[in-house]
C-alpha cells in the first residue's frame, strides 16, 4: 500500500485543507467450529462435513457434498479437488449438495468452513476412490496398483505414463463384466468420507490498510484505497478467494458507513425495505489489491482454512482507524457507527466547542 507514500501524501493535503486518513488492522478469523464448541452444551450442531464419490458407468464422476452453496462458489472448489485427485477434468465432475436426504450428513454453510471442512471430506474421497480405482485396474491389467496412475481420464503407467485404459472402459467392467474379474474381486466403486475437526476451531488471519477523505463540511466521507493480505491457509482458487474478501470487505463498508435500522416510538421499522436502506452500491466500492500469504493448516491434508467472513472482520476496523485518522487533527473522533455525514458534522462540532 506504500505506506510510506500515504503518509507524505497526507500531511501535504492538510496543508491545502483536505483531511485524509489512514488505516491499518489486523484480524483473526474462526472458522469451521469442532466438537468441543458446541457437544458439551447438547445443542443439535453438526460439526462434521462430509462426501460421497462415485464413478459412474459413463466415465463420469458424481460427488456428492454435505456442504452447500450460497453464491461463493464452494462446490466449484470441491469439484476442483475431486478433479484434481482422480485425474479428470472439471467437465466430467457433476456435483450435487443441499439433499440431506441424498448427501452425507453435514454440518452445510456457516463459520467459513467450505473448504476446511468439505474440501477435506472432498479430498479424503477422493484418495479412496482412486484408491479402489486403481486395484480394480491392477486386477483387470493384470499388474500392481502401485504401477499405475489416473490422469486425462485414463489409467496410465506410473513409470512411463502410457495409457493403459479409459476410466469409463473400468467403469463398465467394474459394473457390468464383474465376470471377467479375478475371483473375489470386488469393486468399490463409491466411497464416502467424513472430517470433524480435532480442534475448538481453525483460525485464518490477516491484515487490511485503507485510505479515506473526509470531506468536513459536509461530512462526507470517500474511499479512495483498499488493501488485504489474509492467510486463508491453502488457497484452492485464487478467484474465488479474491471475490469472497471484496464481498465481505463490501458489506464491512456497509455496516460502518451506510446500513441502520431506523424505528419510530412504537417500534415500527420505518426502513424496511432496499428502498430506504441504504447500502454500498457500485460507485462506493473502491478497487481493492488483493494478496495472499498460504501457511497449510498442519491439521488436514488440504490445509484449506475459512476466508467468508474475514473481509468484514478487517473492513469494520480499518474504516474506524482511518476515519479517526483522518479527524485526529481536528480533535474530534467518531464514536458510533454508522459514520453518516450528520455524525461527522456532530463530532467535528463538540470538537471545535471544547
Not at 470487505?249 to 441502520?260: A, D, S
Request: hydrophobic share 40%; aromatic share 6%; proline share 4%.
Amino acid at each position: 500500500m506504500d505506506y510510506d507514500g500515504l503518509r507524505a501524501d497526507q500531511v501535504a493535503q492538510r496543508q491545502n485543507g483536505v483531511y485524509r486518513g489512514v488505516g491499518v488492522a489486523t484480524f483473526v478469523e474462526a472458522a469451521a467450529f469442532g466438537p468441543v464448541y458446541y457437544g458439551p452444551s447438547g445443542a443439535r450442531v453438526s460439526t462434521q462435513d462430509g462426501c460421497t464419490v462415485k464413478l459412474e458407468p459413463s466415465g463420469v464422476v458424481r460427488c456428492m457434498t454435505s456442504v452447500t452453496d450460497q453464491g461463493q462458489g464452494t462446490l466449484t472448489g470441491i469439484a476442483q479437488i475431486v478433479a484434481d485427485q482422480l485425474g479428470v477434468g472439471m467437465d466430467d465432475i457433476d456435483v450435487i449438495a443441499g439433499d440431506s436426504a441424498t448427501t452425507p450428513y453435514g454440518g452445510g454453510a456457516w463459520a467459513s468452513r467450505g473448504m476446511a471442512m468439505g474440501g477435506e471430506a472432498a479430498l479424503q474421497a477422493g484418495k479412496a476412490l482412486k484408491a479402489s480405482i486403481l486395484d480394480l485396474a491392477a486386477s483387470i491389467l493384470q499388474t500392481s496398483a502401485d504401477a499405475l496412475d489416473l490422469a486425462n481420464g485414463e489409467i496410465r503407467d506410473a513409470a512411463t505414463g502410457e495409457a493403459r485404459m479409459e476410466l469409463a472402459e473400468l467403469a463398465k467392467v467394474g459394473y457390468f463384466r464383474q465376470d471377467t474379474l479375478p475371483a473375489g474381486t470386488q469393486p468399490e466403486l463409491m466411497v464416502t468420507r467424513h472430517h470433524v475437526p480435532d480442534t475448538a476451531y481453525y483460525i485464518a488471519n490477516g491484515v487490511q490498510g485503507a485510505q479515506v477523505q473526509v470531506d468536513i463540511e459536509t461530512g462526507f466521507i470517500d474511499i479512495l484505497g483498499w488493501w488485504v493480505a489474509d492467510d486463508c491457509g491453502r488457497v484452492v482458487n485464487p478467484l474465488l478467494v479474491d471475490e469472497q474478501l471484496r464481498g465481505g470487505i463490501i458489506q464491512g463498508i456497509g455496516n460502518t458507513l451506510y446500513e441502520h435500522c431506523l424505528y419510530d416510538e412504537t417500534g415500527q421499522l420505518l426502513n424496511a425495505s432496499l428502498a430506504d436502506y441504504l447500502l454500498p452500491m457500485a460507485g462506493e466500492m473502491p478497487d481493492m489489491k488483493i494478496a495472499h500469504v498460504e501457511t497449510p493448516l498442519s491439521n488436514t491434508e488440504l490445509g484449506a482454512n475459512g476466508i467468508g467472513e474475514s473481509g468484514t472482520i478487517g473492513a469494520i476496523a480499518v474504516l474506524w482507524c482511518a476515519v479517526n485518522d483522518a479527524l485526529r487533527p481536528l480533535g474530534a473522533q467518531v464514536t458510533k457507527q454508522p459514520f453518516t455525514p450528520e455524525h461527522i458534522l456532530e463530532v467535528i462540532a463538540a470538537a471545535r466547542g471544547r
